[in-house]
């Protein structure tokens, strides 16, 4: 999973082989991000606000 904000800088990068994955974003600026996740069976994209 990669995290990039509004402007295609990457904010974060995580992998996980069991599906599951909790992101803290109390370190995260207020804003518009993606959240991209691709893996053998899924490629989505999904925005994610930080308020």
Not at 23 to 41: C, M, N, P, S
Request: aromatic share 6%.
């Amino acid at each position: 999973m990669t995290l990039v904000d509004i402007s295609g800088r990457v904010s974060g990068e995580w992998r996980t082989e069991s599906g599951d994955l909790t992101i803290d974003v109390t370190g995260l600026a207020k804003g518009a991000y993606f959240v991209r996740v691709t893996g053998e069976q899924v490629n989505a994209i999904r925005k994610l606000i930080v308020r």
